[in-house]
């Protein structure tokens, strides 16, 4: 009779610090369950009932990053190891007050001019790589040097939770880098 329910907030609290994140979610500006069914129609895509609850809600297409003083951010030309330009997450956003980079409807149509059916959907800050629904719903993993879709093992808040663990963890390991992050917030003294 009911669907699944939002568990966008359970998993956020999972990982989060106020004092170390930055979080933006829909609220108000949450897609109807109308509007999310159009856009998954209008490029032939299947969605999740998981997904199409995290959509609707005020949780829906979150913005996650750690703080700039906690990790600072590279600049051009800057090296380091691939996992040290990952610093945030998002969902695609319905809502065109999001920035243009996390509009759902402009990824998508970027996928469809490639000649991919597929709805994106999470994509890592600093990772060409997206996460995508496939014509079935399925959560499919796409390479941009490869040009290829691998499945994702688990439904859309397994990798909600999989990917908000990942960060967190490379939070945890650049703000213990000798010298790094953990020492910004310190007070002198």
Same mark, same amino acid.
């Given at each position: 009779?009911?669907?699944?329910?939002?568990?966008?907030?359970?998993?956020?609290?999972?990982?989060?610090?106020?004092?170390?994140?930055t979080m933006y979610a829909a609220g108000n500006d949450a897609p109807s369950k109308k509007a999310v069914m159009y856009v998954a129609d209008t490029y032939g895509v299947k969605v999740p009932k998981d997904y199409m609850a995290h959509a609707i809600g005020p949780w829906?297409?979150?913005?996650?990053?750690?703080?700039?003083? &906690?990790?600072?951010?590279?600049?051009?030309?800057?090296?380091?190891?691939?996992?040290?330009?990952?610093?945030?997450?998002?969902?695609?956003?319905?809502?065109?007050?999001?920035?243009?980079?996390?509009?759902?409807?402009?990824?998508?149509?970027?996928?469809?001019?490639?000649?991919?059916?597929?709805?994106?959907?999470?994509?890592?800050?600093?990772?060409?790589?997206?996460?995508? &629904?496939?014509?079935?719903?399925?959560?499919?993993?796409?390479?941009?040097?490869?040009?290829? &879709?691998?499945?994702?093992?688990?439904?859309?808040?397994?990798?909600?939770?999989?990917?908000?663990?990942?960060?967190?963890?490379?939070?945890?390991?650049?703000?213990?880098?000798?010298?790094?992050?953990?020492?910004?917030?310190?007070?002198?003294?």
């Amino acid at each position: 009779m009911f669907g699944p329910k939002d568990r966008t907030e359970e998993i956020i609290n999972l990982i989060w610090n106020r004092d170390e994140y930055t979080m933006y979610a829909a609220g108000n500006d949450a897609p109807s369950k109308k509007a999310v069914m159009y856009v998954a129609d209008t490029y032939g895509v299947k969605v999740p009932k998981d997904y199409m609850a995290h959509a609707i809600g005020p949780w829906g297409s979150p913005y996650l990053e750690v703080k700039e003083e &906690f990790w600072p951010r590279h600049k051009a030309g800057d090296a380091g190891p691939f996992w040290s330009f990952l610093y945030g997450l998002f969902v695609y956003a319905y809502s065109d007050k999001a920035p243009e980079w996390m509009q759902l409807d402009v990824a998508a149509k970027e996928f469809k001019d490639m000649g991919h059916q597929v709805l994106p959907i999470l994509k890592i800050i600093g990772d060409a790589d997206v996460y995508c &629904f496939n014509s079935e719903g399925r959560i499919v993993h796409w390479s941009h040097e490869e040009d290829i &879709f691998s499945p994702f093992d688990g439904g859309f808040f397994d990798l909600l939770k999989h990917e908000f663990i990942e960060l967190d963890e490379r939070r945890k390991k650049k703000k213990a880098e000798p010298g790094g992050a953990a020492n910004a917030a310190k007070p002198r003294g």
